[in-house]
């Protein structure tokens, strides 16, 4: 699954074909599933492979990716490989299992390509989404879901673009989420639902607008981005909790139906109330049984029927749950709280009050908590604005995007963490890139601002974002010979992408340039000291 070393100015990107319509091929009219074709139908697709590029750059690989053609307005050339799943699923048939090998799958490659692309089967796609951005721990890149409603191969194609539209993403924008890509619009994974069963717009976000359009131009609100706060490098939970459940509440639902449902192995329940999450509240004996299963330490989370909106304790009917010890499930759907709930579940380390308190709290960005205060303006923003005639939000937003990534460079360059801090607080991203692509973390590693370093990384700064000659932090503080910022960043999961090797020196394939190999990248500080002082970095090739 891992390539060989990559040329310069290429961003690599892993395809893993699970299934679904997106890949079939049509029998008679009947579209049906076919091991290996899809990659044979990819590589004879003019708008999905430039063959002639691959031929010029790849001829050597025994593993031959594909290659999109030149993108206007992106920097590096799509390079993607496709591994495709075997048996092919219909997501019909997706199994928690199924997810478990995702995950698996993308962790085995992570250190070696700059995204992932997820093809999948529409029906569960949001299940499948929901689940990874739980099971995808400290997540430094983007890993993006697709599918269709009409195949690749089809004339008329919604796969196609699609398919085209996830690569775009995954390999051209800092978005380190689990998200969804149709119809043009990009999805946080765990706020989307299936709307339409034979409509191209098929997927939805009720209640969070996508954080991407991508129209003549492509518009990213950075904002909404949630980045882990954790300096942890990425791992993958490969436990869930197969003991929970979905139960709706119908008028005249029977207390026996209630009584079974609830009652052991089940650990957890994701309880589809009215409205603003209310329950009847004559039925006294099904509000006794499930204060029973409360009491028994099963959890039991309360989620609207509604698609807009959120649970409102304010109501009678939905208080007496609050009473009884249910929690507000906000605005999750049903699909991110239940994958969330099985996620939750299975954390051995945490206690039962634990596994409460985090299934209220907002841990990959799948509920809004109304009592959140954040302070979105600096000062100085609004005062500019008023200075510079600009009134509009979109030229706020422009005038805060100019701000504040030299302000950032400069706090980083100068250790200095109350600022820092007041940025973050007044909605800076500390992976914002200045004119360079650098970012703040750029600059502390450079500069050796160990101290930054460890502030950043630990307020969710992407440690593998490249500035414009393809360098991560890592790489500058090996310039800088700063042992102590490359042992932190590699703790915080800092890679250069190319496989290190035992000699300091290993030619890439078909070209005339050499790289040096980063001992680093093995923890091993004291053969990096030795050759940074013996060895110059003029003929170091970056690898994604």
């Not at 775009?168 to 989307?192: H, W």
């Not at 422009?398 to 940025?423: H, T």
């Not at 000699?503 to 050759?531: D, E, H, S, V, Y």
Request: aromatic share 8%.
């Amino acid at each position: 699954m891992v390539p060989d070393l990559n040329v310069d100015n290429e961003a690599w990107i892993l395809v893993l074909y699970t299934g679904g319509t997106i890949g079939m091929k049509s029998n008679k009219g009947i579209y049906c599933p076919e091991q290996h074709y899809l990659p044979r139908a990819i590589r004879e697709l003019p708008p999905l492979n430039d063959e002639k590029y691959i031929e010029k750059n790849y001829n050597y690989s025994s593993l031959k990716p594909f290659c999109l053609p030149p993108v206007r307005n992106t920097l590096k050339r799509i390079v993607y490989w496709v591994v495709e799943y075997e048996p092919l699923l219909d997501s019909s048939d997706m199994t928690f299992d199924d997810w478990i090998r995702i995950g698996v799958d993308i962790q085995k490659a992570y250190k070696s390509y700059d995204g992932f692309v997820v093809l999948h089967g529409t029906d569960t796609l949001a299940y499948t989404a929901s689940a990874l951005s739980f099971m995808l721990e400290n997540l430094t890149k983007p890993v993006i879901l697709t599918g269709s409603q009409i195949p690749v191969c089809e004339v008329r194609s919604d796969g196609r673009e699609n398919l085209i539209g996830a690569l775009i993403m995954a390999a051209n924008y800092d978005i380190p989420e689990v998200t969804i890509f149709f119809n043009n619009k990009l999805y946080r994974g765990n706020r989307s639902v299936k709307l339409d069963n034979s409509g191209l717009e098929a997927f939805d976000s009720p209640n969070m607008l996508p954080i991407a359009h991508m129209e003549i131009n492509i518009k990213v609100n950075y904002e909404s981005i949630f980045r882990s706060q954790s300096s942890q490098p990425f791992s993958v939970c490969t436990t869930l909790c197969r003991n929970v459940g979905l139960l709706r509440i119908f008028p005249s639902i029977s207390i026996e139906l209630v009584k079974t449902f609830l009652q052991p192995p089940m650990e957890g329940v994701i309880l589809q109330t009215y409205g603003a999450g209310n329950m009847p509240s004559r039925r006294t004996d099904i509000i006794e049984i499930i204060k029973e299963a409360h009491e028994r330490g099963c959890i039991i989370v309360n989620c609207s029927q509604c698609l807009r909106g959120r649970v409102d304790v304010h109501y009678v009917t939905g208080k007496i749950l609050y009473d009884v010890g249910v929690i507000s499930g906000s605005d999750m759907t049903v699909e991110s709280a239940i994958t969330k709930l099985s996620y939750v579940l299975a954390k051995d380390e945490w206690d039962l009050q634990t596994k409460r308190k985090m299934m209220q709290r907002n841990i990959r960005g799948e509920l809004t908590i109304t009592n959140y205060d954040t302070l979105q303006d600096l000062e100085i923003i609004p005062q500019l604005a008023k200075f510079l005639h600009i009134h509009s939000t979109e030229e706020v937003q422009l005038l805060r995007n100019a701000l504040f990534p030299p302000l950032l460079c400069y706090a980083a360059q100068n250790n200095d963490l109350d600022l820092l801090d007041n940025l973050r607080q007044s909605g800076a991203q500390f992976s914002q890139p200045d004119y360079n692509g650098r970012t703040a973390l750029h600059i502390a590693a450079g500069a050796g601002r160990t101290q930054t370093v460890r502030y950043l990384l630990d307020h969710a700064a992407n440690v593998n974002f490249k500035d414009q000659w393809g360098e991560n932090a890592l790489m500058h503080a090996v310039r800088s010979r700063n042992t102590e910022c490359i042992q932190v960043l590699r703790d915080a999961g800092a890679v250069f992408g190319c496989d290190p090797i035992d000699i300091g020196w290993t030619k890439i394939r078909n070209k005339k340039k050499f790289a040096m190999t980063i001992p680093a990248q093995l923890g091993n500080l004291i053969q990096l000291n030795r050759l940074v002082q013996f060895f110059c970095f003029e003929h170091l090739v970056s690898c994604p």
